[in-house]
């Protein structure tokens, strides 16, 4: 104990004696810095040791150096970031790519397997008779449009061997709204005939509440616009001397929201606003029936300031297939039978395009090398009341050449590759190269087609080197928020002024959360194509796996894809 304590004593006394000596050294430093100081101060500075000159130089490059590494590595931040980024907007714009081919081929394949269907009843029609009351044996599963084809050839041919008066009172037999009463308690718009521009708002103040039009009105409506159609030329020719602009609207596809928004941006139809409507209104949306019923009665209180182009779903055997038609059936039980009546005829009364002074030419799909402005104004509109095959009676004689000149209008698409070729993808009319684009407007003496017909992501795409000009008006058209909708007005001097928007609340969303909910839309699709095929899709896979592995190359599945009927899964 007495040892330690010792200890403990001797070390307290160490550390006592290296802070006096601490301490010493601290003083001395001082005193050496001061001495060295006044030295520097008399001296001036001058070759007495560092100057406070040389002190502020060596602290600024200090200061300078790390300046320069922290700009060094903000620049570096940024290209990452930039490059990052870059990576980000690459993936999201494959994945919309991808997305955009998969719900492309789901529609195109759809509409070609409508045509190759409706061609085949055609022809087992004319083989078996269309009043002989024959059942094709396989045709059960395909039943509704069998029935559609024949109930619509039936109507066609009896109204053609008529002449115009009798057609119009055997039209009117069978459409006839006389025995329609509207009833007390009925909500919606109530029409007089004519109409003026307050119907119209009575109309659109409804529709956006959920209304419908009473079948009495709508019957009227249909009858009404027909009279006015019929008076219209195949082309008709829109000015923009008085108003100064037209507005050019595309596929609307049964969206009231996107035709409301369109009134609401750019206002009403009237002498001083013209509009041309690009065919499509119909088909594939829930408003289908107000969309028509609201263009109508626009054509019909103004009637020099309102065209509607017909496109390819203004006909009856798409109608079949699209929504349409159901659509009609579900909200007038009772009378659908004459309200789709009367609207196929009506639709064969469109016009099928509009010459906007001129040198822009209106129509709804495109163009061919087969096409001819001076035959199409010549040729009877109204006997192609299904463009998808000619008219014509058994035996009777068929002009090809003016049959193509409607399929060719309503169902052509503009691609990059010069030439025209068949739209095999479609099913009809056909693929339009630039050079075709080139020599039809010089031809013609125009500067600019505008056609609608193809969805595209921004509502709108300039091709063929601006000679061409796509407008697609239905927003959402594939899913929510899948694209914009838009419209083009032009001035007097012909420039295209185009106008966007989205009739829903998805472009509040983050893109890539927008697009995630597009993508699922289209791989459900895609899953609903693989699983309708899926027999004949194994069958093709196990041939091509004989080792039973499980797998098989990419490229083979792509090529099974493209070989099984009706699924174009490989394009």
């Known amino acids: 104990l007495l040892k330690s304590r010792s200890e403990k004593r001797n070390a307290n006394s160490a550390a006592a004696a290296a802070t006096t000596a601490a301490n010493a050294r601290s003083k001395s430093s001082n005193r050496s810095s001061s001495w060295a100081s006044g030295i520097r101060l008399r001296t001036g500075g001058m070759g007495c040791g560092p100057s406070s000159s040389d002190d502020a130089s060596a602290s600024g490059d200090s200061k300078e150096k790390d300046a320069a590494s922290a700009g060094e590595i903000s620049i570096r931040s940024a290209v990452l970031i930039q490059k990052w980024y870059r990576r980000y907007k690459a993936r999201l714009e494959a994945r919309r790519r991808t997305t955009w081919m998969i719900y492309q081929s789901i529609e195109y394949s759809s509409e070609s397997s409508q045509l190759h269907l409706y061609n085949f009843f055609n022809d087992m029609l004319s083989l078996t008779g269309v009043g002989g009351g024959g059942h094709p044996s ?153 969309v028509a019923a609201l263009l109508f009665a626009c054509q019909l209180v103004w009637p020099t300031a309102v065209c509607v182009n017909r496109g390819n779903h203004e006909d009856h055997v798409m109608n079949c297939r699209y929504g349409f038609i159901k659509e009609v059936q579900t909200k007038y039980r009772h009378s659908a039978s004459k309200i789709v009546k009367l609207f196929a005829e009506v639709f064969a009364w469109m016009p099928l395009a509009t010459l906007i002074d001129d040198r822009i030419l209106v129509a709804h799909g495109g163009i061919s090398d087969k096409l001819d402005l001076e035959l199409l104004r010549r040729l009877d509109r109204h006997r192609y009341l299904s ?12 002009d090809y050449l003016e049959w193509r000149q409607v399929l060719d209008l309503l169902w052509s698409d503009p691609k990059p590759q010069a030439g025209c070729r068949p739209n095999t993808f479609r099913g009809g009319g056909c693929y339009f190269g630039p050079d075709v684009t080139e020599s039809f407007l010089r031809k013609n003496k125009l500067t600019l087609l505008v056609r609608s017909h193809e969805c595209k992501q921004d509502g709108y795409e300039f091709c063929h080197d601006g000679a061409v000009l796509t407008v697609f008006s239905a927003s959402n058209y594939y899913e929510e928020g899948s694209n914009r909708g838009a419209y083009v007005k032009f001035d007097s001097s012909g420039k295209p002024h185009i106008v966007q928007y989205m009739a829903s609340r998805s472009r509040r969303l983050p893109v890539g959360r927008r697009l995630s909910t597009v993508e699922e839309g289209a791989l459900k699709g895609l899953r609903a194509r693989v699983l309708a095929s899926k027999t004949e899709l194994l069958a093709a896979f196990q041939r091509l796996d004989p080792g039973r592995t499980g797998a098989i190359r990419l490229a083979d599945w792509c090529q099974v894809g493209r070989r099984v009927p009706g699924n174009h899964l490989g394009t």
Do not use: W
Not at 387 to 398: C, H, I
């Open 138 to 290: 396989g045709a059960a599963a395909a039943e509704p449009l069998k029935t559609c084809v024949v109930g619509h050839r039936r109507f066609t041919e009896r109204l053609r061997q008529l002449s115009q008066e009798e057609e119009d009172r055997e039209l009117l037999d069978l459409t006839s709204f006389a025995d329609l009463s509207v009833e007390k308690s009925y909500r919606g718009p109530h029409l007089t005939f004519p109409l003026s521009a307050s119907h119209v708002q009575l109309m659109i103040d409804s529709f956006r509440q959920g209304g419908q039009l009473h079948p009495r009105y709508l019957l009227q409506l249909l009858h009404e616009t027909r009279l006015a159609l019929r008076a219209k030329p195949n082309v008709h020719s829109a000015s923009t001397s008085i108003s100064k602009q037209v507005t050019v609207i595309g596929d609307l596809h049964g969206k009231l929201d996107d035709l409301l928004i369109v009134f609401y941006k750019n206002g009403l139809p009237d002498i001083t606003n013209p509009y041309v409507f690009n065919g499509d209104f119909v088909d594939r949306g829930a408003n289908s029936v107000e």
């Open 387 to 398: 463009a998808l095959r000619p008219p014509g009676n058994d035996g009777e004689k068929v």
